[in-house]
């Protein structure tokens, strides 16, 4: 693990868990679409919903490969499956991935916490660790927040 800060901007991704998704997102829809082509007794309609759910089928793997985590100059923004949030520097109070964590958390100034499923361990857990690792040395090197507001 190097503790060199990258430059910005970095994108933070789960990328063999993406490359799963997408192949198997691709696979689903070919080999549904090919039975309801080849099925002889399937009438226009039926091939159409073949079709239709092997579609739905490819778009719901392909927003579980959504999640990333981007961070700029101006902060990190945190996309998720169905929600995207940009956060500064000085929201962010600390970047937790703990033994047994689908993924990482961060702690929020307001006392909240935000998964960022744009680094998780599944598949990768060691390129997880270091990436939650760069994570957080570069919101420690450029949250803005007084001490004690980070603290407390």
Do not use: C, Y
Not at 11 to 23: D, Q
Not at 125 to 151: C, F, G
């Amino acid at each position: 693990m190097s503790d060199e800060l990258p430059a910005l901007p970095v994108t933070f991704r789960p990328g063999r868990t993406r490359a799963v998704l997408l192949t198997a997102a691709g696979a689903i829809f070919v080999v549904i679409t090919a039975v309801a082509l080849l099925l002889p007794t399937l009438g226009p309609g039926e091939r159409l919903s073949f079709v239709f759910t092997a579609a739905m089928l490819a778009g719901v793997l392909g927003l579980l490969s959504r999640p990333k985590v981007v961070a700029d100059e101006s902060g990190v923004t945190v996309v998720n499956i169905a929600g995207k949030r940009h956060l500064d520097w000085a929201e962010i109070v600390q970047v937790n991935l703990r033994a047994g964590d689908p993924w990482v958390f961060l702690d929020l100034t307001d006392g909240t916490s935000l998964p960022a499923l744009g680094i998780q361990p599944g598949i990768a857990k060691q390129r997880a660790i270091e990436d939650a690792h760069t994570l957080r040395m570069l919101v420690e090197s450029r949250s803005v927040a007084e001490p004690e507001q980070r603290q407390g």
